[in-house]
């Protein structure tokens, strides 16, 4: 059995192939460059979001099917051959059909790569690993995905479809490397999970209350982040950032980030899950508040808006790692990713009209203190974080719970 230091390196490299530096700064430029107006580069977003979430419990139900390794490889693929098509797409209906099929392969990755990895951990070392060990994870991929944002820029300006084969080298790059990770059995291999059994699972889950206001209280702070994300540009621009500056920010957004994740797993020590969600409505009341009085604020609030959410995803699946069973483990992760993207969905089309009024700087700052006292409320009145039972025996035993503002509430 391969030693655990040599598997987390290993994961590790494995995570630098899925970065996605090289044509994320350009590839709405160059979509602008062939003809398309932002009215229809609107809809490529939308067809995303909306076939994102369509798939999310499809492939999560395969990942636990087919097997971890093999999901991911399906995943991997289909990005390479996405990067490799997308310069060379002629119409408008083939680039909804791209985004759909990109989504796809997006989902194939999300709740099967939180769930092997735990489930890696779990099998070889520590899985209470997970959040220091995903969080080094993705300060890696933001570092590199910095580093290849300047490359990027340069490749395009030399060929336009050098970045996105760039991507396509390093997807590629990760299934050698996939495979040579030991296969990961889990307590449900030699049993039949099908469509029934999955959907049952994910309405058995729902109806825990650990669960379900822990995703509802998340949810609120992922709208926050991916509501406000499409008026980045606007908001940097209205507050005097010259357009040229936009791709050094860029690669700064990326590099905070990256600092971000690595101290995930000290926050969690630190804090536990309680304490590091508990302040986020402050936080995001603060900085929103902040952008209507001072709008060059915004600049700040940009960095820390993508570093908050960096730092707190390991962090929330942790937590819902260590609540739930092997059996199942990615469909019900996929579930509550499809129930984040549901919720900003719907946030961004609020924002959006909000903004249409108020302008970028101020519809934002008004729908960002929104949210922070939404997120308030509810941790007030459900308390989302909860103590396993484990956790609830060595707080009864005079240990220190993992969270330390956990309790086991009924609902």
């Known amino acids: 059995m391969s030693r655990p230091n040599s598997l987390v390196t290993r994961f590790y490299a494995f995570k630098l192939t899925n970065a996605s530096g090289f044509y994320l700064p350009i590839y709405f430029a160059f979509l602008q460059d062939k003809g398309f107006d932002l009215a229809f580069l609107g809809v490529l977003s939308a067809t995303f979001s909306f076939a994102l979430v369509a798939v999310e419990i499809p492939t999560g139900y395969l990942g636990d099917l087919v097997g ?3 999901s991911l ?3 991997a693929a289909i990005r390479a051959a996405i990067m490799v098509a997308f310069p060379f797409v002629p119409t408008r209906s083939g680039y909804v059909v791209l985004f759909g099929v990109w989504a796809t392969g997006w989902a194939f990755r999300s709740g099967t790569q939180d769930a092997w990895l735990y489930e890696v951990l779990q099998s070889t070392c520590d899985e209470d690993e997970y ?21 990027g820029g340069v490749l395009y300006t030399v060929e336009p479809a050098a970045p996105f084969l760039a991507n396509a080298a390093l997807a590629l790059v990760g299934l050698p490397i996939l495979y040579s990770f030991p296969a990961v059995e889990t307590a449900g291999d030699d049993d039949r999970f099908g469509v029934r059994d999955a959907v049952a699972l994910l309405r058995a889950q729902a109806h825990r209350p650990e669960i379900r206001w822990f995703v509802a209280y ?3 702070f992922a ?3 991916a509501a406000t994300r499409p008026f980045e540009q606007p908001i940097l621009r209205a507050v005097g950032v010259p357009v040229a500056g936009l791709g050094v920010l860029y690669a700064g957004f990326k590099l905070v980030s990256a600092g971000a994740a690595s101290l995930s797993g000290t926050v969690e020590d630190r804090l536990g899950v309680g304490g590091a969600f508990a302040v986020l409505p402050a936080i995001y009341g603060v900085a929103f508040a902040t952008i209507a009085v001072v709008p060059l604020a915004a600049v700040p609030v940009v960095f820390l808006n993508r ?3 960096t730092l707190t995803r390991p962090i929330q699946n942790q937590y819902l790692n260590d609540r739930l069973d092997d059996v199942g483990r990615a469909t019900v992760l996929s579930g509550a990713s499809m129930a984040l993207s549901l919720v900003s969905g719907a946030g961004k089309v609020v924002a959006g009209r909000v903004t249409d009024v108020a302008g970028a700087v101020d519809g934002v700052a008004a729908f960002g203190v929104a949210l922070a006292a939404l997120g ?21 035993a005079g240990g220190t719970a993992v969270d330390a503002n956990a309790s086991a ?3």
Not at 131 to 151: E, H, P, Q, W
Not at 380 to 392: F, G, Q, W
Request: no cysteine; glycine share 8%.
């Open 376 to 396: 308030a409320g509810i941790w007030l009145a459900v308390d989302p974080v909860r103590a396993t039972p484990t956790e609830e025996s060595s707080a009864d």
């Open 409 to 411: 509430t009924s609902d």
């Open 218 to 220: 998340a949810a609120v």
């Open 307 to 309: 570093a908050i959410r």
């Open 68 to 70: 971890r390794r093999g």
């Open 131 to 151: 959040a220091r060990v995903d969080g080094r994870a993705n300060a890696l991929v933001l570092g590199t995905s910095a580093v290849a944002a300047v490359l």
């Open 223 to 225: 709208t926050a982040f």
């Open 73 to 75: 490889a399906i995943g």
